[in-house]
């Protein structure tokens, strides 16, 4: 299945009305890595949660390969998430007292038992990949670049069609930063996944193949890069 | 009323057995059932391990203050039980006793549980008449007045000391006006030789019987009762060294024991009565209550005492269950506190797709297995304080009170962690309303 | 009984639970104490049928000879109020002996019980408390009638 993102008309609006995000139109290819750049409270964020569903007050249309998650209920989005998202987050966001296979393997705990076992041999591939060693000792150990590609196998570990990032280097330093947007970006596009990352970071947004400025909630400037 | 009547009358044809493991059954199956509802098709424990581990002392805590108030039940129902068998066991060689007429309760005291009391005394006729009533098989006269050290002397026969004790534990019985059988607790040895004090304990006059010794001949089995202290010397002997008859003519003055002569007869406190035919008790009793004389079972005056100490210990279960609960929900609302500590954690796994029920699971999980393991180390605390309890009572009154745990604690502590369970899902419904985005930011 | 076969039998129990109740309580034969012996201190057709069976006896509880036993007399009077208006002879046939399944909380001497057991006759010494029983009612529940 080819998941192209479509959107139609998405509206975003804080609780006191504000509209924080607004999206006439916007098409992304399946097997795109799309950077998403602009300044802090822009709506950056606001947008790449609401592409996994998890936006609140929102309208319009959100469609994923004709999905749209919009008209879905929220246990309907969690379970789209749960088959074609894979997420990263900032600050890693890993269970500390788990090992890097544990944290890895995270969606198996919630799947059909048939599943878990692939998930756990496709997160303990993906940490191979990645040079992290995933025997018992828990991530409490963990510098920031183990624990984010710990979660980057996590989010490939379900074998996912779309992987979203929210600012995946800004907690790292720079060489860190560096050595693991080329992993990411290298793991992704191995895999012919859609890549969606939202980042103050070059490093980030020049490895992309497209690239959006948000400001005020709004798209100003949309560039695809021949890379 | 128990609410459990009506499931026991149902299940009375089972054996006793049976029917405590179906109630057992009954009480925890909605602890199973809605445990089995909540986690059908997930496996959250590496995650709630993690939790658990996460936040360990906090979890310590919760589970000690729950452990504390179910061990404050568990505790009070085996110690009610240890009291009630132990003082049991050591008044159930005492079928009948009659005395003179009184207080029954300080007659029990003093010729089953040995407390010192100044009694009147039952005359020799009377005597001959309990001793030779139909279906007498044991009239025996429990003189108790002297003492050595912290041992009481009293005066018997020999038919009561078998009735104690069916074999000796060493040594025979006395043969001698001078022989004294000892109780298996007291300090003194085979061969040994003693004088007794007039009265008991600070009052006792050491020079009253200065003439007189007894040697030890032998010594009975235990019988958790205050008589393991005791001392039982041929009554004759007592009443002798306090200068009267020694309750035979003086024809017969070398005889020991039975039948006495009611001439030369002293008197006695109270005589112990046993009869193999049933009815010939109760005959028995209703026949020396009298206005001279005083029959009564010491089973019915400890039932009667028991079924106050009943009442008190349902009113302070009462106050114990209640407390449970408080506690509980106490902790439960601790436990809507801790999520706030697990929000992310949670949100995350919604973020990543997790069904509302896993998570949902997970929360509860983990307060069940709060819940569990101090319902758990509440059994072992309250055993444990009934133990402790039970030995410094058996240490102070001589009467062996053993702590067990038996199926009323298991019931109670079942019955406790399937409402508690049950309560554990408001919190988890708790988690499942909060916000993912913003707890995810948080 | 193994383990399977007791919570098998536990579990439908439960599950039989409400039909048992109103089954069981209908089952078994009420008669007062005095309807076990003929006046010649013979037992009664009553008595010789249902012995081995479940029968509910009225009566009142005596007051226990032993403490904490599960041990104690049915009296067909309350024991205080006529113990021996009747002559010697006649005591026996009006006391029953009964070994209730726990531990007896006692009921005053003065309140109607109903006592439920199978129904034992033939003569019988307890090995432990030596009491000689005619007849007797075991595995007994009793009840405030």
């Known amino acids: 299945m080819s998941l192209d993102l479509k959107i139609d008309d998405l509206e975003v609006r804080a609780a006191s009305g504000r509209v924080l995000l607004s999206v006439p139109r916007l098409s992304v290819a399946a097997g795109m890595c799309l950077g998403v750049k602009g300044p802090s409270g822009a709506g950056k964020s606001t947008f790449l949660f609401s592409l996994a569903g998890l936006g609140a007050n929102s309208s319009g249309a959100i469609a994923w390969g004709g999905t749209d998650l919009m008209v879905l209920s929220p246990e309907a989005r969690a379970k789209f998430r749960r088959h074609h998202i894979g997420m990263v987050f900032q600050d890693f966001l890993l269970f500390e007292e788990l090992s890097a296979a544990a944290n890895a393997a995270l969606p198996g705990a919630y799947s059909r038992r048939a599943r878990q076992a692939v998930i756990a041999r496709k997160a303990g591939d993906v940490l191979d990949r990645l040079g992290i060693a995933h025997g018992g000792r828990t991530v409490e150990s963990f510098s920031g670049g183990e624990r984010q590609r710990v979660a980057i196998a996590r989010a490939l570990a379900a074998d996912p069609e779309i992987v979203l990032a929210d600012e995946p280097t800004a907690s790292l330093d720079r060489k860190t930063a560096d050595r693991l947007i080329e992993d990411l970006v290298r793991m992704v596009r191995e895999e012919g996944k859609t890549l969606i990352a939202v980042s103050h970071d070059p490093a980030v947004y020049t490895r992309m193949d497209r690239v959006i400025e948000i400001v005020d909630g709004a798209i100003v400037s949309d560039e695809v890069r021949d890379g | 009323m128990n609410p459990l009547a009506p499931l026991y009358r149902a299940i009375e044809w089972m054996p006793v057995l049976a029917q405590d493991i179906t109630v057992l059954v009954v009480l925890v199956m909605p602890a199973l059932i809605v445990g089995a509802l909540v986690l059908v098709g997930f496996r959250p424990f590496p995650l709630v391990r993690a939790m658990l581990w996460r936040f360990r002392w906090t979890n310590a805590l919760f589970v000690l203050l729950i452990a504390v108030s179910v061990g404050l039940g568990v505790g009070l129902i085996a110690q009610e039980r240890g009291l009630r068998q132990g003082t049991a066991r050591a008044a159930d060689p005492f079928d009948l006793v009659i005395s003179a007429p009184g207080s029954e309760i300080t007659m029990m005291f003093a010729a089953v549980y040995l407390q010192p009391s100044d009694v009147p005394l039952l005359s020799g006729e009377i005597y001959d008449e309990v001793a030779n009533a139909p279906d007498v098989t044991l009239a025996a006269p429990i003189a108790f007045g002297d003492s050595y050290v912290s041992s009481p002397v009293v005066g018997s026969t020999a038919q009561f000391v078998t009735h104690l004790s069916p074999d000796l534990a060493e040594g025979a019985m006395f043969a001698d006006r001078l022989e004294a059988v000892i109780g298996s607790r007291v300090d003194l040895a085979l061969g040994d030789s003693f004088t007794p004090a007039h009265g008991v304990g600070d009052a006792a006059e050491h020079d009253a019987h200065a003439h007189v010794e007894y040697v030890v001949s032998g010594r009975m089995q235990p019988t958790g009762s205050p008589w393991d202290r005791a001392i039982i010397v041929p009554v004759e002997a007592v009443w002798e060294i306090h200068g009267l008859a020694n309750g035979h003519a003086p024809e017969n003055a070398d005889q020991l024991g039975p039948p006495f002569d009611p001439d030369y007869f002293p008197g006695t406190p109270a005589i112990l009565v046993s009869a193999e035919q049933l009815y010939v008790n109760y005959a028995l009793r209703a026949q020396f209550t009298t206005d001279r004389t005083m029959a009564f079972f010491p089973g019915t005056v400890l039932a009667n005492l028991y079924s106050l100490m009943g009442d008190v210990r349902q009113v302070m279960s009462i106050m114990a269950v209640v407390t449970q609960i408080l506690v509980t929900a106490g902790v439960l609302a601790g436990l809507v506190i801790l999520t706030r500590l697990f929000a992310r954690r949670l949100a995350l796994l919604r973020a990543l797709g997790a069904p509302g029920r896993f998570v949902f699971s997970v929360v509860w999980s983990y307060a069940a297995t709060l819940i569990f393991s101090g319902a758990v180390l509440g059994v072992a605390i309250g055993y444990g304080a009934a133990a402790l309890i039970s030995r410094v009572v058996s240490a102070q009154t001589d009467i062996l009170v053993t702590a067990t745990l038996s199926w009323p604690e298991f019931h109670l502590v079942g019955a406790f962690v399937s409402l508690t369970v049950i309560l554990a899902l408001v919190p988890a419904f708790i988690a499942l309303s909060r916000p993912v985005v913003t707890d995810l930011r948080s | ?145």
Do not use: H
Not at chain 3, 39 to 52: C, I, K, Q, V
């Open chain 3, 1 to 145: 009984m193994n383990r399977r076969g007791f919570f098998a039998t536990a579990t439908g129990a439960v599950l039989a639970a409400p039909f048992i109740v109103t089954g069981a309580a209908a089952a078994e034969p009420q008669v007062r104490l005095r309807e076990l012996y003929e006046r010649d201190m013979s037992f009664t057709p009553f008595a010789l049928e249902n012995a081995g069976t479940r029968v509910a006896i009225e009566g009142f509880m005596a007051p226990p000879l032993k403490a904490d036993s599960n041990f104690y007399v049915l009296t067909n009077i309350p024991m205080a109020v006529c113990p021996f208006c009747s002559s010697e002879a006649e005591w026996p046939n009006d006391i029953l002996a009964v070994y209730a399944q726990r531990v007896v909380n006692v009921i005053p001497f003065n309140v109607k019980i109903i006592t439920r057991g199978t129904l034992e006759l033939g003569t019988y010494t307890d090995p432990e408390l030596g009491f000689v029983s005619r007849v007797r009612l075991i595995d007994a529940v009793q009840e405030r009638a």
